[in-house]
């Protein structure tokens, strides 16, 4: 018993350990925020401000389009995540449900897929979506970002069909039901959680990217937010600390107030999906 507790509070420590070391980041961009100027360039820099402000939100919306460029984000994400993951269902379902070669060598190519460099398909990329006439278009960044979040999420995809148990299936089969059927009322509330987490992995892995839309998006109306926050940064790599923290963390709480209203529905999908199977 004891050395049960032990072990059980060792875990505690550790997780609490490592809630500290992933929350520090977001407490300090909280505090930088809402810092005065001459707060942020003391030699002693305090762990909350002593004189909060709102300045630098005023100043980051006077100096950059931030609105505009969240609305660009939420645009390419949201479609993005949307095109992804009414992709990658159907596709896992076969590749789970009917196992070949086929199926075993698709399923290699997309862990392969995951370590590629996509640094090295820049150039035929960009050539590829000039021809097209999508260089500078956020349609061109959603169809990019979709190629480039369809293999994971069809792995993830893939794994919660697999935990769905055939039987189920076979049961509604004798019962009378179609292929259909079968897939809309026991697979599907089944697949919701899964759907869900694929979906907020494909949001939040848009909402974030940097590097192609750097290479795609030319003119200030069409970017994103992780180019409009390189603004901050002046010529010479000297940042404007403030309004940055503070567009900075504009920019993060989509996806954080994302999680926090989605995580329960996972949990609560998988409970009702059991319930319906």
Do not use: C
Not at 38 to 64: G, I, M, S, V
């Amino acid at each position: 018993m004891i050395k049960r507790r032990a072990g059980r509070t060792g875990q505690y420590l550790a997780l609490l350990g490592y809630l500290v070391f992933l929350g520090f980041p977001l407490l300090w961009l909280v505090s930088t925020a809402f810092k005065p100027p001459r707060e942020l360039a003391t030699l002693h820099p305090t762990w909350w401000p002593r004189h909060p402000t709102l300045d630098n939100f005023r100043q980051a919306f006077d100096e950059q389009p931030l609105l505009h460029a969240a609305l660009n984000s939420l645009l390419v994400a949201l479609s993005s995540a949307v095109i992804a993951v009414l992709l990658a269902t159907p596709m896992a379902y076969v590749m789970a449900r009917h196992r070949s070669r086929l199926s075993r060598t698709a399923t290699g190519w997309v862990v392969v897929s995951q370590a590629f460099p996509f640094v090295l398909v820049i150039i035929p990329l960009f050539l590829i979506l000039k021809r097209l006439h999508l260089i500078n278009a956020l349609p061109g960044l959603v169809m990019v970002y979709v190629v480039w979040t369809l293999p994971f999420a069809l792995w993830m995809l893939t794994g919660y069909v697999r935990a769905v148990p055939r039987e189920l299936e076979e049961a509604a089969a004798v019962d009378g039901a179609g292929r259909l059927r079968t897939l809309v009322s026991i697979t599907a509330p089944l697949l919701a959680p899964g759907i869900v987490a694929t979906g907020l992995f494909a949001f939040i892995t848009a909402w974030n990217e940097f590097f192609f839309a750097l290479v795609l998006l030319k003119t200030p109306e069409k970017q994103t937010m992780p180019i409009i926050l390189t603004h901050f940064i002046g010529a010479e790599g000297v940042a404007d600390l403030g309004p940055l923290a503070a567009a900075a963390l504009l920019a993060t709480l989509p996806s954080l107030l994302l999680f926090a209203l989605i995580q329960r529905r996972i949990a609560g999908g998988m409970v009702a999906g059991a319930v319906k199977g």
